[in-house]
């Protein structure tokens, strides 16, 4: 083993999670973020597999780094969201804190660098949350009209998480 040799560490997290030893490609991952602790790239693959092992909360904090390291990467801010709607599913959510939870997006929309991405967030809130908090309700709606205001000029990966969100409408 090279502990301390990225490269190799990168082809055996490749390796690891090729061949399903999960418990391993975590283990690896977390050598791997403590010699790279910016990357965000490798905080955001890092979160998506203990989103995937169903680690939602390990998965909420490693976007919420992410997050912090590349403000616009859509994945990691949805990401972030996919994580909290799992929790919300364990625990529910009155529809008093999802409200709150839609204007504390709404207040950032307002002053983001990034409109669409804002949108976008937005409109996953609505879509993916939404549905929980008020079936029936003007969830799917609301949802379609953030969509809408997404402007022509958006980077590709809010395009492709806007016609999954469409799609999800559907």
Known sequence: LAPGNTDWLREYLQ???????????LS????????EPQ?????RR?????????????????????????????????????SLRHKLIERSLSPGK?????????????GSRNRNL??????CLYLWLGSIVQPGGGWAQRAAE?????????AEDVSRHKLLALYELH
């Open 46 to 82: 890092y979160a998506q597999l203990h989103f995937r092992l169903q680690n939602y909360e390990q998965a909420r904090a490693l976007y919420d780094k992410c997050v912090a390291l590349a403000p616009n990467d859509a994945e990691a801010r949805l990401g972030v969201l996919k």
């Open 118 to 123: 804002a949108l976008l967030e937005l409109a």
């Open 28 to 35: 690896t991952f977390e050598s791997l973020v403590a010699l």
């Open 146 to 154: 953030y969509l809408e205001q997404i402007g022509g000029q958006e």
């Open 39 to 43: 990357s965000a790239d490798l905080l």
């Open 98 to 110: 999802f409200d709150a939870l839609v204007t504390a997006y709404e207040g950032h929309l307002t």
């Open 15 to 25: 390796l690891t999670l090729q061949t399903g030893q999960f418990n391993e490609a």
